[in-house]
């Protein structure tokens, strides 16, 4: 007996061994690959994850088949070759020293919704939400929530969650306007939609920008060098403390872990934690999409939405109140190539900052979609967008893009069309001469054009238009029933 024991606490051992050296044998893939979920179609689809160094993995999916070993740490990638949209489902096969099949994973378009608590806010919320909730039937949208609100110090590359097919019992808890928006995506395009929620309530952009981000952008050399240092000091294994605020500690534990996986493009609502900026918002919002770009697709399309009206509407003709300037600048970043951004001033709520009609901000949204990315050209993207100037006998001239089959008084009442207010006159236009002083003015449309004027004003220099916290009145439209954004012509402080 004396002699057995060694022998059997020997035996133990080896199999322990020989159970450790299995489980470090095992293909892992990261959380955003699992059965139900979409694949990006006409991109190459890097597919990712985990073995023993040296270890040969194999992918083989629609006819395609990929091989390569785990680099020294234990990583592997391959691309599978552009695929072709497919509604029916496959099984995704990875294979090491185990086997990992991956079903009903479908073929189609895919895209990142993201931002604070307007994106984040649940279908289960909205308007007639017993309803629409009902209505989320459709097994051709998946979609995959990243849950819970993290942070980290560096860009993690493990995260979790899990696919899901759209149904009552899964879209009530997804985001409301990345469900709408990815509901008429796929009854327009009639492919699979894949759609990846990571938000959380409450934040600044800065958290959700990459260090890549904020290099790019030599206006926030200073954010980015704190970033660097803080990411140093972390992989130094210093105790470093992040948290909601920190610039580049959600990103790294809500978005990184994603990367690489192929997306078309990424839809955000965020800037009322910012509202109080301006042209900064501009450099920061241009850091979120070069970085992001960077970590998915150099041709990521990006998509966000306008601040919605709030609080009380101000008489001051002058406005420049509250969300004014980030507005402004929200739409001062349209210049950055491949976005495009959805207009809401005329379907939020004075005394709350959630509305909770998010069928037409989803639907604005993926109006711009359809147009640039999936080449509706038949489609007016968004509302009239203020394009110039000119003075004329004691009055300006502005002309817009995107006025589409015309200008028209526009009203818009809750989840309804908008109608052309035949009787109607515009409202929230403001003029001003050299002096600086605004006026309330007079604005009537004269066939592409709107010109505006007022008694007071005898040579005017510049025009403002429901450029304030809430610009409750600011009326015009374009006869597809979208609203102009907000503008002004000057640049006065």
């Not at 689809?45 to 083989?60: I, L, N, Q, R």
Request: charged residues 25%; positive net charge.
């Amino acid at each position: 007996m004396k002699l057995l024991r060694p022998l059997v606490g020997l035996f133990a051992a080896l199999v322990c061994l020989g159970l450790a050296a299995s489980a470090r044998a095992e293909v892992k893939l990261p959380a955003i690959f699992n059965s139900s979920m979409v694949l990006q179609q006409e991109l190459s689809v890097p597919v990712w994850g985990w073995a023993d160094a040296g270890e040969k993995v194999t992918v083989s999916f629609d006819g395609q088949s990929k091989s390569t070993e785990a680099d020294k740490d234990g990583r592997w990638q391959v691309k599978l070759e552009a695929l072709k949209a497919n509604a029916k489902g496959q099984t995704l096969t990875i294979a090491g020293k185990n086997k990992i099949e991956l079903t009903d994973v479908l073929i189609g378009e895919v895209w990142i919704c993201s931002g604070q608590s307007n994106m984040e806010m649940r279908l289960n919320g909205v308007l007639n939400a017993k309803q629409e909730v009902a209505a989320a039937n459709n097994p051709q949208i998946r979609l995959f929530d990243v849950p819970g609100h993290t942070t980290s110090a560096t860009p993690l590359d493990k995260g979790r969650g899990k696919w899901q097919v759209c149904q009552p019992s899964t879209a009530g808890g997804f985001s409301a306007v990345g469900y709408f928006f990815g509901r008429r995506l796929q009854k327009e395009l009639k492919v699979p939609i894949g759609l990846v929620g990571s938000n959380w309530g409450g934040t600044r952009i800065e958290p959700w920008v990459s260090l890549d981000g904020f290099r790019s952008v030599p206006e926030l050399k200073k954010i980015a060098d704190e970033v660097a240092a803080r990411e140093s000091q972390a992989r130094g294994d210093a105790k470093v403390r992040v948290g909601g605020g920190t610039p580049s500690a959600i990103f790294n534990s809500m978005v990184s872990p994603l990367a690489p996986f192929a997306m078309r493009g990424g839809i955000w609502y965020q800037g009322e934690s910012n509202g109080n900026e301006g042209e900064s918002y501009y450099h920061k919002k241009k850091a979120l999409v070069n970085g992001w770009r960077k970590l998915f697709n150099p041709d990521l399309a990006f998509y966000w939405v306008q601040l919605a009206d709030f609080r009380n509407a101000s008489p001051n003709p002058a406005g420049g109140d509250g969300w004014a300037k980030l507005r402004e600048a929200q739409r001062k970043a349209l210049t950055i190539p491949g976005t495009g951004m959805a207009v809401i001033h005329d379907i939020g709520n004075a005394g709350n900052i959630h509305p909770r009609n998010k069928q037409d901000v989803g639907s604005r949204l993926a109006q711009w979609a359809l147009h640039q990315t999936y080449g509706r050209k038949d489609l007016v993207p968004c509302g009239p967008l203020y394009k110039g100037l000119k003075i004329e006998d004691g009055a300006i001239r502005l002309s817009f893009d995107h006025v589409g089959s015309g200008l028209m008084v526009g009203q818009k009442e809750g989840l309804k069309p908008t109608t052309e207010a035949k009787d109607g006159k515009l409202g929230r236009f403001a003029i001003a001469g050299a002096d600086k002083k605004w006026h309330w003015a007079e604005a009537t449309i004269d066939g592409d054009a709107v010109v505006v004027k007022s008694a007071e004003v005898a040579k005017p220099v510049a025009v403002r238009y429901g450029f304030t916290m809430n610009p409750r009145g600011a009326n015009l439209y374009n006869k597809e029933g979208i609203p102009a954004s907000p503008f002004r012509t000057d640049d006065w402080k």
